[in-house]
T-cell receptor, first 114, second 113 residues
Framework: KQEVTQIPAALSVPEGENLVLNCSFT??????LQWFRQDPGKGLTSLLL?????REQTSGRLNASLDKSSGRSTLYIAASQPGDSATYLC?????????????FGKGTSLLVTP | AAGVIQSPRHLIKEKRETATLKCYPI?????VYWYQQGPGQDPQFLIS???????DKGSIPDRFSAQQFSDYHSELNMSSLELGDSALYFC????????????FGNGTRLTVT
């Protein structure tokens, strides 16, 4: 059974800092990995999707990397802003077959203080 | 751009009642997923459908059932509700291509009293 772990569980940083969120998974036979953002009581917003054949993806101030062989992914947030405060979830997909769902980690709760 | 639409946004039911949650996927998306997220928990996969057929099954209780209709919308039916069923229920959709991302709706918050 695929286990997805995110470290740290919570993080508080002052505005402007660069930060790294970590995600690890036990079964390296993944198809892709997706990072999400969730605001309290709200839905999940997709941030970045990395296919198993890719090493990284970038979107604005966000950069996600994937090392499938070691079962790790990182989400790098540059020049953090208070609006980045949210829970960040990492999820892996185990199969290319349509309908095969994502396994989520428990998330990292990020607070960026002004 | 069109997103995944879920209804209702909030639902309050009593124990042992039934509830039906609806999901309308992004147009042309043919796969629908249902997730349950308890307070302070990560989303747990319940069930998914591809082309109106069940394609994967997770930790869905026997009291719950779901289906996908000809217009690709999906409904999650929940019977004999228990207090522990109180949670945020998400629907997500994606394209048939295995590498395509999942897009989530804003969820239905179910409260069982």
């Amino acid at each position: 059974k695929q286990e997805v772990t995110q470290i740290p569980a919570a993080l508080s940083v002052p505005e402007g800092e660069n930060l790294v969120l970590n995600c690890s998974f036990t079964d390296s036979a993944i198809y892709n990995l997706q990072w999400f953002r969730q605001d309290p009581g709200k839905g999940l917003t997709s941030l970045l999707l990395i296919q198993s054949s890719q090493r990284e993806q970038t979107s604005g101030r966000l950069n996600a990397s994937l090392d499938k062989s070691s079962g790790r992914s990182t989400l790098y947030i540059a020049a953090s802003q208070p609006g980045d405060s949210a829970t960040y979830l990492c999820a892996v997909r185990r199969s290319s077959n349509s309908g095969y769902a994502l396994n989520f980690g428990k998330g990292t709760s990020l607070l960026v203080t002004p | 751009a069109a997103g995944v639409i879920q209804s209702p946004r909030h639902l309050i039911k009593e124990k042992r009642e039934t509830a039906t949650l609806k999901c309308y996927p992004i147009p042309r998306h043919d796969t629908v997923y249902w997730y349950q997220q308890g307070p302070g928990q990560d989303p747990q996969f319940l069930i998914s459908f591809y082309e109106k057929m069940q394609s994967d099954k997770g930790s869905i209780p026997d009291r719950f059932s779901a289906q996908q209709f000809s217009d690709y919308h999906s409904e999650l039916n929940m019977s004999s509700l228990e207090l522990g069923d109180s949670a945020l229920y998400f629907c997500a959709s994606s394209l048939v291509r295995g590498g395509s991302p999942l897009h989530f709706g804003n969820g239905t918050r179910l409260t069982v009293t």
